[in-house]
């Protein structure tokens, strides 16, 4: 922003030199109040004010009937003791590192395979198709195909002799099967996020290595991934974020179930506000979430320098 | 990080050694690999697509006789008549629906009130918003630009409770607004895209405006949002498909079929369906009608969308 600034004062300076008839510098303090008017309204209402009362209702006993009751660090005791709560933390990052594995290497690949082969528009549209339809449909879906008796994926297990598996309902699987439903559907805006980076890479670096008889793999490692660590992070950053909030699988195919199995933070937040009208402690519970995605952006935020340190 | 790059490439350009005739077999024999994988890949991610339409046009009678017959099996279109109402509750139930009427015109038309509410009101404040952040001068922008930047980090679902409440207490709760508003006045994502675009506008054409005797007021909608019209567009369709496809806020603000979006109306579908027998073929043929807006939608603006995705990583 300070080289624009830099870039706008110029053709000011000259003009006031010249033959322009305006002198003075301007300032739009009035119009830039009444422009900004509209979103600051919003910014403050819908995200800060949420944001500050949020962590006031989670220091409250509150039912939404009756005004908020202020009850200290209450919450925050039960909370520590809550084995529910605990199981939550546990299935959530369990889904979180399944889903962030299978989806950036997945989507790694899928990006180098576009760069090496294609630019065209319609390979990106197909990988993007999953990411265009809503969680809510693609949950459907996934629990028609994975069926246990009539989905598509258990007929074809049973050609190969392999029992059927239950995939939503066997407390085992449930888990990986809500991460890979995601994977599917959030794969491809992944992979084209890794793809813009890679365009930032010149090709000349591999038309040079190429010349120098370099493998694709070595290629791979020795240009692709320096040139892309920070990218990558950022990417990572995104989606571990994205992916600690899961909720709509969840809620459309097992809502928690098989028993806790698939209890994910975010659905036991929900179920404690709109299933027990618990909403002191569920902002409790929104707390803890803030608190992990707080440590984790700073963690990788700290990471991704370190990155890009080693690389200049 | 290029700079560096780029002058790697000048060092290493002169010397170039023709590649034996071996190792480009070899790499050709990748490349069929490599595309084999590929297209893999991409059959992988329709699939499911095919697998909806599939069952839609199949019977459920005869789904249970064939789960496994690639093509519809007992062609038919009664599970689409069962989602837009046409076939009677018996009907419906000796189908496996549940017999309940389904609103469906009603909910296709509250997702596009709420999704047009939110994409105008969003697009234009978020513009006007980012005039201000790129164009307009005025002391504290740098530091207000920052905070609203900040924004972008909070996670959603912190503010989703409190904002529920918020609605509840000026009475909007099972309203159309009360799931527009909070998204309607900006997003700092979409001020933060737009003011990156407006930057880019030459200030010569501003200043020549400015001496013809235009205000600043006129600039901005004669011509900041002329020369915008892409990216403006761009924006507005990935916030039409991100508000149509919102599930949470409106599962929580909407209790009634007054304001129940096509995204809730799908999952309440699924759970009124009877857990001895699902109505699959109903259930994927309301799947498909919830989901082809949204496809069509981004058949028509594949080019603006795909392009835009590296955007929002690379900033």
Not at chain 1, 157 to 181: H, Q, R
Request: charged content about 10%; overall charge positive; glycine content about 6%.
């Amino acid at each position: 922003m300070a080289s624009e600034l830099a870039t706008g004062a110029v053709p000011t300076a000259r003009s006031s030199t010249g033959t322009a008839p305006r002198r003075r510098r301007p300032d739009d303090t009035k119009l830039a109040l009444i422009f900004i008017a509209p979103a600051a309204i919003g910014f403050i209402v819908f995200l800060i004010w949420p944001l500050i009362r949020g962590i006031y209702l989670s220091f409250t006993k509150f039912n939404l009937l009756t005004p908020a009751e202020f009850n200290g660090l209450d919450n925050y005791r039960r909370m520590l003791l809550d084995p529910v709560f605990w199981n939550a933390l546990k299935v959530t990052v369990e889904y979180v590192v399944i889903n962030i594995g299978v989806q950036t290497i997945l989507a790694l690949v899928i990006a180098v395979l576009m760069q090496r082969l294609t630019r065209s528009l319609v390979a990106r549209g197909i990988i993007l198709t999953p990411y265009l339809v809503s969680n809510v449909v693609a949950a459907l879906v996934m629990l028609w195909i994975l069926d246990t008796g009539l989905g598509i994926t258990n007929q074809l297990l049973g050609f190969i002799g392999i029992d059927p598996i239950g995939f939503f309902t066997d407390s085992k699987w449930v888990i990986p099967t809500i991460a890979m439903v995601n994977v599917w559907r959030y794969v491809g805006y992944t992979a084209l996020l890794i793809f813009a980076g890679l365009q930032t890479i010149p090709p000349g670096l591999y038309e040079a290595a190429r010349v120098d008889g370099a493998s694709e793999l070595s290629m791979f490692f020795r240009i692709t991934m320096p040139l892309l660590r920070p990218i990558l992070a950022l990417v990572l950053i995104i989606s571990i974020i994205g992916s600690f909030q899961v909720f709509d699988t969840v809620s459309v195919t097992t809502q928690g179930g098989p028993v806790n199995a698939s209890r994910v933070l975010q659905y036991y937040i929900y179920d404690m506000a709109f299933g027990r009208f618990q909403f002191g402690y569920a902002s409790t519970l929104a707390v803890a979430l803030l608190v992990v995605l707080m440590v984790i952006t700073f963690i990788q935020y700290r990471m991704t320098r370190a990155g890009q340190t080693d690389l200049d | 990080m290029s700079t560096l790059a780029t002058t790697e490439i000048e060092t290493d350009q002169p010397k170039t050694v023709p590649a034996g005739a071996d190792s480009t077999r070899r790499r050709s024999i990748g490349r069929v690999i490599a595309w084999i994988v590929m297209i893999a890949i991409m059959i992988f991610t329709l699939a499911p697509f095919y697998w909806i339409v599939r069952t839609a046009l199949s019977s459920n009678a005869a789904i249970l006789a064939h789960p496994a017959t690639p093509w519809p099996v007992g062609f038919s279109l009664d599970s689409f008549k069962r989602v837009f109402g046409w076939q009677t509750g018996d009907a419906a139930i000796a189908a496996g629906g549940s017999g309940q009427s389904i609103n469906f015109w009603l909910y296709l038309r509250n997702s596009i009130i709420v999704a047009c509410l939110v994409t105008v009101g969003q697009v234009f404040f978020s513009a006007m918003a980012a005039y201000a952040f790129s164009r307009l001068r005025w002391r504290l922008r740098g530091p207000v630009f920052a905070i609203f930047l900040a924004g972008l980090m909070v996670p959603s679902i912190f503010t989703l409770l409190p904002n529920f409440v918020l609605i509840k207490q000026i009475g909007l709760i099972d309203t159309l607004p009360g799931i527009a508003l909070p998204t309607m006045l900006m997003s700092p994502f979409a001020i933060f895209f737009l003011r990156q675009f407006f930057l880019t506008v030459s200030r010569e054409v501003e200043e020549a405006a400015l001496i013809d005797g235009a205000s600043k007021v006129m600039i901005f909608f004669r011509l900041i949002i002329p020369m915008s019209v892409a990216p403006i567009t761009t924006l507005a369709v990935l916030t039409y498909i991100t508000s149509w496809n919102d599930y949470f806020w409106p599962l929580m603000v909407s209790y009634t079929d007054s304001s129940r979006v096509l995204t809730v109306a799908l999952a309440v579908f699924k759970s009124q369906t009877p857990n001895t027998g699902p109505d699959w073929a109903g259930l994927m043929a309301a799947t498909l009608v919830a989901a082809l807006p949204m496809l069509i939608l981004f058949m028509v603006f594949a080019r603006r969308i795909v392009n835009s995705i590296g955007f929002s990583g690379i900033k």
